[in-house]
């Protein structure tokens, strides 16, 4: 059950941009949307940050090569329910077929079509079944078309994770929609799961590309499950120029609302995360380094013990002080640390607080939302990291995950 998340209602469409789902029969359910297809206007800018993985898989490779030689890119083609990642030649060959019959049935060059996969790792793809769904996507492309484009590219997902905003620039309205999958296997870096957001306004290439990293460092990149990466981590922001709206860095108000929606969809996925019954956030504050900060935020919010008594709703405090010892720092001092639950001091000066009761620690974890607050009173530099518990459920998602 997704941790207050509901699934989105409204989502405005972006001029330049359309998009289709259907079923294909990459999964065995006939009900279940897996292939997305999504079209750009020409004349659109395009960004895209994929995962660190040694192990990266076909379509990442793919748009990586595609995008060095032909950043113009036209459609994105989306399955899921096979992740196209362990499979070597045969799977970079595959998802140059899918793309090759997109180009063909649009007229565009092959480069201009980008692959993107999410699913069992290890198996090949099915490319039969995606070439002939392709002519039912391109019928089927409309511009008010969000929420069936994000049940196509859904996994363990258990609601679509999906948010739009609207806003004035210089007197007209601009439109930013985006859409994310992910529900287990998520610590990403320098991407996320899956996550396609598009806007609007006119932003020039390589301010978008900037633009994309600043957003992801924030949002993607500060969230974890249960500390793994995937091999198929990406996220695209395009911005299609249509309502000749030019923005960048330095316009306050459209980056604002562009991370409102980063943020959201990167929240999402953790409301969402396999059998979570929590949302945790995170802060750590007064560290030496941005560096520290984030070190001890990521290891208390990937402690086994840690998320358990979360999942416990069990004030053990302790769990948090030896996540914190662990932590890799460049610079502690212990008898100068806070430790807060909610409002509630645990520690001061690295020793218990003398206020603390036990109801109070129990008030604020029995909640379904936590926040963990460190302050190591040794500096300015601050992270914050949006975590969930480990349950039952979690263990029995992915031990099931392939039966």
């Keep these: 059950m997704a941790v207050g998340l509901k699934a989105p209602t409204t989502l405005h469409p972006v ?3 359309r998009l289709a789902a259907t079923h294909s029969g990459i999964k065995n359910d006939t009900a279940v949307k897996d292939l997305t297809l999504i079209e750009i206007s020409a004349g659109s800018s395009l960004a895209a940050v994929f995962t660190q993985s040694h ?11 595609q995008l060095s030689s032909e950043p113009a890119s036209r459609y994105l083609l989306i399955n899921s329910g096979n992740a196209n990642a362990g499979t070597g030649a045969a799977g970079l060959k595959d998802a140059i ?10 007229g565009v060059s092959r480069a201009q079509v980008l692959p993107f996969s999410t699913g069992v790792i290890a198996e090949p793809l099915p490319v039969l079944p995606i070439k002939s769904a392709i002519p039912e996507l391109l019928a089927g492309l409309e511009a008010d078309n969000w929420l069936a484009a994000v049940q196509g590219i859904m996994t363990t997902d258990t609601l679509p994770k999906a948010v739009s905003v609207r806003l004035d620039v210089d007197g007209k309205t601009v439109s930013i929609t985006g859409m994310a999958k992910g529900s287990g296997m998520i610590k990403p870096d320098m991407a996320t799961m899956l996550s396609f957001v598009a806007t609007d306004a006119e932003i020039q290439p390589d301010s978008l590309q900037q633009m994309l990293q600043q957003m992801v460092a924030g949002s993607f ?12 981590d990406s996220c695209v922001l395009i911005a299609t120029g249509a309502t000749g709206a030019r923005v960048d860095l330095q316009h306050a108000q459209f980056c604002q609302a562009l991370q409102d929606v980063f943020e959201k969809l990167a929240q999402a996925i953790i409301r969402d995360a396999e059998g979570a019954t929590k949302f945790v956030e995170v802060n750590v504050e007064g560290a030496a380094s941005e560096a520290d900060a984030r070190s001890i935020a990521f290891t208390i919010a990937e402690s086994p013990l840690v998320k358990t008594a979360l999942f416990a709703s069990d004030p053990n405090w302790g769990r948090f002080i030896m996540a914190i010892g662990r932590a890799p720092l460049s610079q502690i001092e212990t008898n100068l640390l806070d430790l807060y639950l909610g409002p509630v001091r645990l520690l001061h000066q690295g020793l218990p607080d003398p206020d603390y009761r036990e109801a109070l620690g129990q008030a604020e974890m029995a909640g379904e939302e936590i926040v963990i607050r460190v302050n190591l009173n040794l500096g300015h530099a601050t992270a914050r990291i949006w975590t969930s518990d480990l349950s039952y459920d979690y263990v029995k998602i992915n031990a099931e995950y392939r039966s």
Excluded: H
């Design 15 to 17: 001029k330049g941009i």
């Design 55 to 65: 192990f990266s898989a076909a379509p990442v490779q793919l748009c990586r090569q």
């Design 97 to 106: 077929e899918c793309c090759a019959a997109v180009a063909a049935a649009t």
């Design 221 to 232: 990149n500060s969230i974890t499950v249960d500390g793994d990466t995937s091999t198929n």
